[in-house]
């Protein structure tokens, strides 16, 4: 079986983190933007991680707590995405 190649990988990453950098939208409560930045959080701090040679694991967990901690401290009126 063919592995990924190290770009390959990062491509895989930074797709993902886009993905749910669309997806962050979503969500009016203060769980669907904490859960949204979580996810956010986490394709982020894995792309970073596999960007800079780190454990993209470890990034995305560490992404996915500082996402879902900016997520849940925000309030609806702070990011109005519809103006």
Known sequence: MKRFGVGM???????AAALMLGLAGCGTGTGERAA??????????????????????TGAAIGAG????????????????SN
């Not at 990988?9 to 797709?15: K, M």
């Not at 949204?36 to 694991?57: E, I, L, M, R």
């Not at 879902?68 to 995405?81: K, P, Q, R, S, V």
């Open 9 to 15: 990988r990062s491509a895989a990453v930074i797709f």
């Open 36 to 57: 949204s930045g979580a996810g956010v959080g986490a394709a982020t701090g894995a792309a970073a991680g596999a960007a800079t040679g780190g454990s993209p694991v």
């Open 66 to 81: 500082a996402g879902a901690a900016t997520g849940a401290a925000t309030d609806e009126d702070d990011i109005d995405l």
